[in-house]
T-cell receptor, first 114, second 111 residues
Framework: DGGITQSPKYLFRKEGQNVTLSCEQNLNHDAMYWYRQDPGQGLRLIYY???????QKGDIAEGYSVSREKKESFPLTVTSAQKNPTAFYLC?????????????FGPGTRLTVT | GQSLEQPSEVTAVEGAIVQINCTYQTSGFYGLSWYQQHDGGAPTFLSYNALDGLEETGRFSSFLSRSDSYGYLLLQELQMKDSASYFC????????????FGTGTRLTVIP
């Protein structure tokens, strides 16, 4: 079955540590996205990538980094510079950048930093 | 920048019809998407309107009025499983095609 996988589902880290969240898709989609969701809030865009080896900052990129070395993979690193990293992180993809209106989401990773 | 407004909560009775409104202010507007998200789950795509008018997909319909910067999601024959959060999202062009999400409407369906 085609889809997006994110691992792990729950992640706990100590303050000051970097952590990398995995996102893999087998939909053969060109574009991929990372969002952050806080309780009772909408989704805020962290980074997006329209093509391999290219990515752009979203609205809240500070304290995060990404890479897109393969079409299938778009890992997100939450660095120690991110002031409030505890959140629900969602990865998504769309077939083409121009089809960003229809995004397919992974199950998410809930990150808790203490 | 972009701003979207939608009601934070709506309650409706099983079998009834409910309308969730979304007003937006944005530049470079392309269209309006709707997503459903159950608690703890991933958002799933419901519909997209780029042109004015009503789009129907089964029990769900979505409407857009570009002149009024307004859209709505209409859910008919409500079922308990429709209890979820519903997000409107504007597709904008700010250097690349992206979606900007609203804060969501939590729909509770009661028996």
């Amino acid at each position: 079955d085609g889809g997006i996988t994110q691992s792990p589902k729950y992640l706990f880290r100590k303050e000051g540590q970097n952590v990398t969240l995995s996102c893999e898709q087998n939909l053969n989609h060109d574009a991929m996205y990372w969002y952050r969701q806080d309780p009772g809030q909408g989704l805020r865009l962290i980074y997006y990538s329209q093509i391999v080896n290219d990515f752009q900052k979203g609205d809240i990129a500070e304290g995060y980094s990404v890479s897109r070395e393969k079409k299938e993979s778009f890992p997100l690193t939450v660095t120690s510079a991110q002031k409030n990293p505890t959140a629900f992180y969602l990865c998504a993809s769309s077939q083409r950048p121009g089809q960003a209106y229809e995004q397919y989401f992974g199950p998410g990773t809930r990150l808790t930093v203490t | 920048g972009q701003s979207l407004e939608q009601p934070s909560e709506v309650t409706a009775v099983e079998g009834a019809i409910v309308q969730i409104n979304c007003t937006y202010q944005t530049s470079g507007f392309y269209g309006l998407s709707w997503y459903q998200q159950h608690d703890g789950g991933a958002p799933t795509f419901l519909s997209y309107n780029a042109l004015d008018g009503l789009e129907e997909t089964g029990r769900f319909s979505s409407f857009l009025s570009r002149s009024d910067s307004y859209g709505y999601l209409l859910l008919q024959e409500l079922q308990m499983k429709d209890s979820a959060s519903y997000f409107c999202a504007v597709r904008v062009r700010t250097g690349a095609n992206n979606l900007f999400f609203g804060t969501g409407t939590r729909l509770t369906v009661i028996p």
